[in-house]
């Protein structure tokens, strides 16, 4: 657990400009967005992954500041709240040095833009394995507030059956590389459905993503998954909620 951040305290900042892009989660019952995810992208067309490298210890703390922010007042500015869309939010939970103390900045501009609590999703995921204490301390106090929280990259790295065990999330996002070629493989149809089963069972709300072909939609609509995202609806952009590409909503009306 981390016991204190330098960064809090002494103010550093992120050392350049980050910009939000959103994509929807789609339910597939209604053809609705069910929530936009938050992206991080940078102000010259940097891919997360590449802001990400930049991330050091030193400027954790500001960069998972800046995201949070940034998304809940881009969302706002590109008509979230005209919609009954939620907005789902990506956190590092080694930025969290204090639940409560590192939420200050988050309720503040919640507060500032009229933004619900009860519309925005936490979503963690972490490429080093977690302090499942210090996790579920944080998602204790996240709850307390109102926020929904998800494990995401599920099936992925530490994002597993034991992380699932161990923290109380209201939601979970499959990895994408569960997803891919889930139509022409005869392993994956089978894990996917078993963990369909153990999110009906602990009341979890579970979301695939990563979705790029027709076929693996079919599949996974098949399986009786309510909640997908990927590129097949929509690409991410920057700046604005995108729509759901126009096949796919009307193929979605007609089923």
Not at 161 to 186: E, F, P, V
Not at 220 to 248: C, S, W
Request: proline share 4%; net charge negative; glycine share 6%.
């Amino acid at each position: 657990m981390i016991k204190k951040c330098e960064a809090c305290k002494d103010g550093v900042e992120f050392p350049f400009e980050l910009r939000t892009a959103f994509q929807p989660i789609v339910d597939v019952e209604s053809a609705r967005p069910y929530s936009y995810e938050a992206l991080v992208r940078g102000s010259t067309g940097q891919t997360a992954g590449e802001i990400l490298s930049c991330v050091t210890e030193e400027t954790r703390y500001a960069f998972d500041q800046a995201c949070r922010v940034n998304a809940i007042r881009d969302a706002v500015k590109a008509g979230l709240l005209e919609t009954d869309a939620k907005l789902s939010v990506n956190f590092l939970p080694s930025a969290v040095y204090s639940p409560m103390a590192c939420l200050r900045l988050t309720l503040q501009t919640a507060v500032e833009t009229g933004m619900p609590t009860s519309r925005l999703i936490f979503e963690f995921t972490e490429n080093q394995r977690l302090d499942t204490v210090h996790v579920r301390e944080i998602l204790r106090a996240y709850r307390s507030l109102g926020f929904t929280t998800a494990i995401d990259d599920f099936g992925n790295g530490h994002a597993g059956l034991g992380l699932l065990a161990d923290l109380a999330t209201d939601a979970l996002k499959l990895d994408m590389h569960l997803i891919r070629n889930i139509d022409t493989c005869s392993r994956r149809p089978t894990i996917v459905k078993s963990v369909i089963e153990l999110c009906r069972e602990l009341d979890v709300l579970l979301v695939a993503e990563g979705i790029e072909t027709e076929a693996e939609f079919e599949t996974l609509k098949n399986l009786g998954i309510r909640y997908m995202q990927g590129h097949l609806f929509a690409a991410p952009e920057i700046g604005v909620l995108p729509t759901i590409d126009l096949r796919m909503t009307e193929r979605l009306a007609a089923a």
